[in-house]
């Protein structure tokens, strides 16, 4: 598992990119890439980007840790 350089959700970005989405749940960048393709998960695309806004993040986390 790796270890987040993020010590609270307040040090993360307003907008979280995969490898920072990884970084945050200790998985692989690509697991982060699969997980932002699944259909419940709050992604929003920005061109042909794809971020995560850190709020739906969170309460992704909550939902699923419940």
Do not use: C, Q
């Amino acid at each position: 598992m790796k270890k987040s350089k993020y010590k609270s959700i307040d040090e993360l970005p307003l907008f979280l990119n995969a490898k920072t989405v990884a970084e945050v749940l200790g998985v692989s960048t690509s697991s982060a890439y699969e997980l932002m393709h699944e259909k419940d998960f709050p992604t929003v695309r920005v061109g042909s980007r794809m971020v995560v806004p850190k709020e739906k993040f969170v309460e992704w986390i909550e939902k699923e840790v419940s």
